[in-house]
C-alpha cells in the first residue's frame, strides 16, 4: 500500500530518537517532507542527515515544548520550509516513581510536558490546517490511560489526558478536512525500555543476559498475546497510515499497537 504523503510536511515531535525517529523515518520514506524536534542539536541534526542521506527530505526544529516560546520556536522553525500538515505529538517523558515518590510539583511538570506542550503545538499548527481543508494530528497515548499501573501515577493520568484531548479535537475539527486520531502503543523496545529492564531483571529473578531477561520481562510486566515487546517501526506504520489519504473516515480514534497487552473489546 502506498500511502502518497508526497507533498506533505510533517512535524513529529521528539523525534531525535526512539519512537519520534522511527516515525520521522518512516513518513519521509512514503514521501513527506519531515521535520525533525528535540532539544539537542546534535542528535537532531544527525536524525535529519541520516534521513537525506538516504534520499529523502528533512528539515529541523529545536525547542522546549514545556515553554511557551520553546513551543514558539519550534512551530516557527517548522513552518519556515512550507506549511505543515501533519503534526505527530509524540514528545513526552516520565519518571519510575511510586505513589509517595509522586509529589504535587512532579505531577505539575509531567502534565506541563505530556499534555500542555501537545496543545501548545496544536493551537500554532492546526489553524492553518483548517484554512486549508486538509491535516493530520496523531497524539501518541498508551494503554495505561485505560489500563493504569499501580507506579508512576503521575505519567498514567497524562496518557488518558493525551487520549481526551486527541478525541475533543477530533470534535471540533468536524467538516474542516483535519483529522484527530491516537496510536496507542503497549511497551515498545526502545533504548529506554532495554535499559530499565535489563537494570531490574536480574534483581527481579528474570534472568541475567537480555536472551534470559527478555522473555521473563514480557510475562511479568507486560502479557500481551504475541508475547513480546513491540518494535518502534510497529508504531510508526500506524501513525503512517492515519497520515494517509486511506484514513479520511477515521477521526476520533484509538488505534492500539499493543500485541493484545489491553484486555478489552472497546
Not at 528533512?58 to 514558539?72: I, K, S, Y
Not at 494503554?143 to 484531548?165: E, K, V
Not at 498475546?225 to 477521526?251: H, K, M, N, W
Request: one cysteine or more; a neutral charge; glycine letters at 12%.
Amino acid at each position: 500500500m502506498k500511502l502518497d504523503l508526497l507533498g506533505k510536511r510533517a512535524l513529529v515531535t521528539g523525534s531525535s530518537a526512539g519512537l519520534g525517529e522511527a516515525t520521522a523515518r518512516l513518513l519521509a520514506a512514503e514521501g513527506a517532507a519531515v521535520v525533525i524536534h528535540g532539544r539537542d542539536k546534535a542528535r537532531v541534526e544527525a536524525v535529519a542527515a541520516s534521513i537525506r542521506a538516504t534520499g529523502g527530505t528533512a528539515d529541523t526544529a529545536l525547542g522546549d515544548l514545556a515553554t511557551d516560546e520553546g513551543a514558539a520556536e519550534t512551530a516557527r522553525a517548522a513552518t519556515a520550509g512550507g506549511p505543515v500538515d501533519i503534526l505527530v505529538n509524540n514528545a513526552g517523558f516520565y519518571r519510575h516513581l511510586s505513589w509517595a515518590e509522586a509529589t504535587p510539583a512532579e505531577w505539575n511538570d509531567t502534565y506541563n510536558v505530556n499534555v500542555v506542550s501537545g496543545v501548545r503545538m496544536i493551537q500554532h499548527l492546526v489553524p492553518a490546517m483548517r484554512e486549508r481543508g486538509w491535516g493530520r494530528v496523531v497524539t501518541i497515548g498508551g494503554g495505561l490511560a485505560s489500563q493504569p499501573m499501580n507506579t508512576h501515577p503521575q505519567y498514567n493520568a497524562t496518557l488518558a489526558a493525551r487520549h481526551n484531548l486527541a478525541v475533543s479535537l477530533a470534535r471540533d475539527l468536524k467538516g474542516t478536512g483535519v483529522t484527530s486520531n491516537v496510536v496507542s502503543p503497549g511497551a515498545i523496545l526502545v533504548e529506554a525500555t532495554k535499559e530499565l529492564v535489563t537494570q531490574i531483571g536480574p534483581a527481579r529473578g528474570w534472568g541475567r543476559t537480555w536472551d534470559e531477561i527478555r522473555p521473563n520481562a514480557v510475562e511479568a510486566l507486560i502479557p500481551n498475546d504475541q508475547g513480546r515487546f513491540g518494535e518502534p517501526d510497529e508504531i510508526a506504520a500506524a501513525v503512517a497510515y492515519l497520515c494517509s489519504t486511506y484514513a479520511q473516515y477515521i477521526s476520533g480514534a484509538t488505534i492500539r499497537v499493543d500485541g493484545g497487552l489491553i484486555r478489552s473489546a472497546f
